[in-house]
């Protein structure tokens, strides 16, 4: 990786101040250059052309499988993990974990306003370092997965800017937004994360980590995103929530219905 995650510079802001909701921070330059483009190509040469798409939200993704991780299996290191939990050190993370590429096209709409508050299930094949990565095969946000899956609920996430154009200027969109509410006009955000190439985004999910992904006008988005996640029960102690409050959270009417679902 090229870098030395325990002399790494970053500030960690409260969202909205006054309230102390929820916290994130901006790194910049988090990696050398040189591993950055080598992590670019990799991805034009290997992945570009075998994305999927969501079935409710205009952004191609690939699941990064750890058999065949090669450049990104840093994002399954122990050491990766320490470096993320470290920022926020008072939520205790499980060793399970998502990752994937989301590459959004040019003129991809924003996406709706939510808060990434779900819960995720596992199978329990960890990885001889001890981080299990979450399967295909796994059911995802279902409310009774059965007794042979793990179920936690996330509680850190990341966004790494892979190739976003070098000269970006306010007006070409892509930004990640924060907000006061959930599903709140899209205009109305209080913040945003610009999408600058080697910038990494790391905010903590809990109910009111409400954001979206403004709509790039003049560049591509590629970027890495990555879940970590504590267990049900220290989630429920943490924000008294019920049960079914990180199951399925379903887009707007208008979502629902642009892109056909039922």
């Not at 959270?249 to 039922?262: A, F, M, W």
Request: proline fraction near 5%.
């Amino acid at each position: 990786l090229m870098i030395d995650f325990d002399n790494i510079n970053y500030q960690v802001n409260w969202y909205p101040k006054d309230k102390n909701t929820f916290r994130y921070t901006v790194i910049d330059n988090i990696f050398k250059e040189s591993f950055r483009m080598d992590m670019l190509n990799y991805f034009n040469v290997n992945c570009r052309n075998n994305m999927r798409k969501f079935d409710h939200y205009d952004c191609e993704f690939f699941h990064i499988k750890p058999s065949t991780a090669e450049l990104f299996s840093f994002l399954y290191s122990t050491e990766w993990k320490k470096f993320i939990s470290n920022i926020f050190p008072d939520i205790p993370l499980t060793n399970n974990t998502i990752a994937e590429i989301q590459h959004h096209n040019i003129g991809s709409p924003s996406g709706w306003v939510h808060n990434d508050y779900d819960a995720s299930q596992f199978i329990n094949e960890p990885l001889e370092n001890g981080i299990n990565v979450w399967d295909e095969n796994s059911p995802y946000r279902a409310s009774e997965p059965g007794d042979d899956f793990i179920t936690d609920v996330r509680s850190i996430a990341m966004i790494y800017h892979l190739n976003d154009k070098e000269n970006w200027v306010e007006g070409d969109g892509g930004e990640t937004a924060f907000y006061d509410g959930g599903y709140d006009d899209k205009n109305n955000h209080v913040i945003k994360v610009n999408p600058i190439p080697n910038r990494l985004l790391v905010y903590e999910i809990n109910p009111f980590s409400f954001h979206n992904f403004k709509s790039n006008l003049r560049h591509e988005r590629t970027t890495f995103t990555q879940w970590y996640h504590t267990s049900m029960k220290n989630s429920k102690i943490r924000y008294n929530h019920k049960q079914t409050d990180v199951y399925k959270q379903d887009p707007p009417k208008e979502v629902t219905e642009n892109y056909g679902l039922q």
